[in-house]
């Protein structure tokens, strides 16, 4: 690993911190605070950015029409299961085996899912979870910190594995450090110029 890379990791974070954060609290506070346990299943299944709106959360803008309900009656149907879940593994195996079936569901919405459950139930991952934006941020990551891994799609890494962000971010936002800021990590970049959404 080298001094450079972990300099622009350093800023990458400090640039996240400004630009990401506080959208990521407000998404999970909104979850934390839902009425009950119901409420944040319903709009976990529809995906909601909060609880103030129907706006879908743009991770799942691609979801059918259809697949909400039919999530939420899976969650619904699971929802003593949940309820029992103690560590987010178990609460995203029950969110998985419930809702993988549903088309239209694929691993992001599995992952978010949990998180925004998990939220209300304060029940927080302890790993990082790789899917979709996070994969490709956490491979390169390791390809350029000169770190192999073995990385595929809805595995979990432990949060030492990312050791210049270990001290600095929780496993939820390290998997949102590695998905928002992935395209900026390659130093060709300048990172006033780096792409995010």
């Keep these: 690993m080298t001094v450079a890379f972990e300099r622009r990791i350093e800023r ?3 640039r996240w911190k400004y630009l990401h954060k506080a959208n990521l609290d407000s998404h999970l506070n909104a979850y934390r605070n839902a ?16 609880g103030k709106s129907d706006k879908r959360n743009s991770h799942q803008r691609r979801l059918p029409k259809a697949a909400p309900p039919e999530i939420n009656t899976k969650l619904s149907a699971s929802i003593t299961k949940i309820r029992s879940a103690k560590k987010f593994d178990q609460l995203y195996q029950v969110v998985q085996s419930s809702i993988q079936s549903v088309f239209g569901v694929g ?3 599995v992952y978010d899912t ?3 459950i ?4 304060k029940v927080e991952p302890s790993k990082v979870y790789l899917q979709s934006g996070a994969l490709e941020g956490a491979k390169e990551y390791f390809r350029l910190a000169g770190l192999a891994q ?3 799609p809805g ?3 432990e949060i030492q594995a990312f050791p210049l962000l270990k001290f600095e971010l929780s496993a939820s936002e390290i998997e949102n450090f590695l998905c928002t800021m992935r395209r900026s990590m390659n130093p060709i970049i300048p990172i006033s110029q780096s792409s995010v959404f």
Aim: overall charge positive.
């Design 107 to 109: 691993l992001l919405m």
């Design 35 to 50: 009425r009950n346990l119901d409420v944040a299943i319903s709009w976990a299944s529809s995906a909601r950015q909060d």
């Design 118 to 121: 998990g939220a209300h139930l």
């Design 150 to 152: 073995n990385l595929y």
């Design 114 to 116: 949990s998180l925004r």
């Design 155 to 157: 595995g979990a890494l």
């Design 12 to 14: 990458l974070v400090g």
